[in-house]
Every structure is written in C-alpha cells, then in structure tokens.
C-alpha cells in the first residue's frame, strides 16, 4: 500500500510538472513567447508584418527594462497555414524552446488544431489571428482573443449594405478554414438583414482557378462583393473580376491587408471597402496610434506606417499591459487571473473587455474606403 501511495505521489508530481510545462519560460531575466505562423505562400508577407509591429514594441519595451526586470523574446516558426505543421510547431515550441504562451499565432483551422494542446499543457494562447465565432461562443480558459470576432465584421458589412439600398450581393471565398468561417458569419448577418446572397462562389485553395470565379461572379451580376479571403487570393480575385465587363463594389474583412492591396492593385484598389478592427492611423490622437507612430519613425523614417504592423503592434500592446498588471509573479495561472479581472482596457477609443465570463476581447469595428492614393478613409 505505501509502495502504491509513493508511486501514485510521484506520478502526480510528474503530471503535475507536465501541466505546467508553459512556466518554464519566465525565468528571472526572460520571458519567453512563440507562435507558429503563416510565414509564406499567399497569406505570408502581412503576416510578416503582423510580426514587424509586434516586435516594434518588444524592442521598446525590452531596452527600457523589459516587464518587470524581464525582457521579452519571441520566436516564430512557418506552418504554412498547414493545421498539422501548426501542431508540430507549437509542440516545438513548448518542448524545445520552452514557451510561457503562445502568442499572435495565425489561422482559423490553425488555432482549433492547437486547442487540445492547450488544454493538456495548460498553456495560454493570447492574440490569435482569427475571429471565428467557434473559438469565441465558449470561453476558454486558455484562449485570449484581442481582435473583434468576425460575427461583428459581417454584421457591420451587411448592414451597412442594406441601409444604402444594395439588393444583389456575392460572396466569395477560398474553401478552407478562414473562408469557411467567413462564409458562416455572412449567411448569419444576410439572414438577420433579409438580404439573400444572389451567388457563393469558392475557390480550391491547392489549385485555385480565379477567370471561372470572376466568370461566376459576373452572372451573377452583382452590386457588391464581399470577399471572405486575404492575401494574394484577394488581389487574384479582384483583378480578375475587374477583367469582365461587371463592376461590383467590393468589401473586405480586416483580415485583408491595406499594404498587400495597394501594392498589387495600385489605382485599381479605389473604391474597395474594408472592415477595420483598429483606429485609423491618421487618428493619432488615440494613444495607441500616437506611441506606434512615433516607434515606426524612429526606427523606419522612411517606410510609411502599415495597418497590418499597427495590428501585430496593438495585440502586443495588450500583451503588454496583461503581464503588467500580473506583476512580477508571473505563472499562467496568475496572468489568467489578472486578465479575468482586468475588465475594460482602454487605449483612447480602442477597448478591450476581459472577465471570467469572456476573453474575446475588442468589438471595435469600422468601415472604411480606399481613396485615390491609397489610404483608407473612415
């Protein structure tokens, strides 16, 4: 009997240790942070800006001091938007280079894949690149979002839709987990506003045929487009659609990158509408906006401010403050409990809620158009 309690004991110490594998990676000097991102193919470059924006920040908050004596590292691995190599990163992650969390990692079907994993290590991840309604509806203990959801995006598009008297609205979308998501939210918000989509038109993601989607959309001929994709499957829709004789207004989710658009479009991007779930850049009387701007010039004079680096930089911002006000014993059950308490975290107009009852984070969503050089006007 006492041969079994001892070993019974040690079993429990071990699963114990396992459990909490993530504290690891808060040492007295460090604090260790990784996420596994889409670093290449079509949806690559913004997330590499997402990154830019983020470590803008670290960067600053490291060479004043770090939190609390402790100074940030972040380390990113590629999955390629690939759920299993998703998988094989995070576990990379916490077994190789020793995580306290996960942060910013990208991708709707990228983040469910991971969900067990946090769950079975108890490890947060905070900041994920997806607002799909699935990852948001049940609070998970281990989940953060910071981004509004995508129900609150869709909800914006189509209302906004019905109220100028649109009747002939297409949806297109890639067919995976992003697009699918997407796709859910805008059949949600086109059944509350009673406006039908006339057409759903996807493409397959592994061989996607854009002229027989324009073709598609075209018969369709709608007023509005809402596209439920980002990256290089964005700008390949738009142009080829442009390329036929319809000439649909088209909307986007913030998923879809301003820069990414512009440099691909050019004059073409005039007139496209994007769903916003940060403040305007040109609104630098928000706190956030003021301290990204002011960073980006110091260290890039003469590269122009991203809206997508702004993003990564505001999910940081977040980061930030939750480890603050978790002070110095920092454990993934204190930073939960400071976060569950933290209630409303405000940065001039951009808020985000956080209780025992909800992690999702900001609602803020705003429409806005992209003028004739380029910018978005609100």
């Known amino acids: 009997m006492v041969h079994r309690w001892g070993r019974g004991l040690a079993l429990g110490f071990a699963l114990a240790a ?3 594998a993530g504290d690891e990676g808060v ?36 060479a004043a001091g770090g939190v ?23 576990r990379k992650l916490l077994d190789e280079h020793k995580v306290f969390m996960f942060f910013n990692s990208t991708g709707t079907a990228q983040t469910a894949a991971v969900l067990p994993m946090l769950k079975e290590t108890k490890t947060i991840l905070f900041g994920p690149v997806t607002g799909a309604s699935a990852l948001r509806d049940t609070v998970n203990p281990h989940v953060f979002h910071v981004r509004a959801g995508y129900a609150n995006e869709s909800t914006r598009i189509l209302s906004q839709l019905k109220q100028i008297g649109v009747t002939r609205v297409a949806f297109f979308y890639q067919d995976d987990g992003l697009g699918k998501a997407l796709l859910a939210e805008v059949r949600k918000s086109s ?72 440099r691909v479009l050019k004059d073409k991007a ?18 956030v906006v003021a301290e990204y701007l002011k960073l980006q010039a110091a260290k890039s004079p003469d590269t122009p401010p991203s809206a997508s680096q702004f993003e990564g930089f505001v999910h940081a911002r977040l980061l930030i403050e939750g480890l603050r006000r978790t002070g110095r014993d920092l454990s993934t059950a204190s930073f939960i409990r400071a976060m569950e308490g933290a209630g409303e975290i405000a940065f001039g107009r951009f808020t985000a809620q956080y209780s025992p009852r909800s992690h999702n984070g900001s609602n803020y969503v705003e429409l806005a158009i992209i003028d004739g050089e380029g910018h978005l006007r609100y």
């Open 68 to 90: 609390h004596g402790r100074k940030i590292s972040f380390t990113t691995l590629d999955d390629g938007f690939d759920p299993k190599r998703a998988v094989e990163n995070s």
């Open 270 to 287: 005039r007139g496209i509408v994007l769903a916003q779930i940060m403040p305007s850049l040109r609104n630098n009387a928000v706190p």
């Open 27 to 62: 040492t007295s000097t460090e604090i260790r942070l990784g996420a596994s991102q889409v670093l290449s193919g079509p949806l690559g470059p913004q997330t590499v800006q997402y990154g830019e924006g983020v470590r803008l920040l670290f960067d600053a908050v490291n």
């Open 18 to 20: 396992a459990a909490h």
């Open 191 to 262: 059944a509350a506003e009673n406006l039908p989509l006339a057409v759903e038109v996807k493409v397959d993601p592994a061989a996607p045929d854009f002229a027989a989607a324009a073709a598609a959309t075209a018969q369709a001929s709608p007023q509005a487009v809402i596209v439920g994709t980002a990256g290089l499957t964005f700008t390949n829709y738009v142009q080829a659609v442009q390329a036929t004789a319809t000439r649909p207004v088209f909307y986007g989710f913030s998923v879809a990158s301003l820069d990414g658009i512009n």
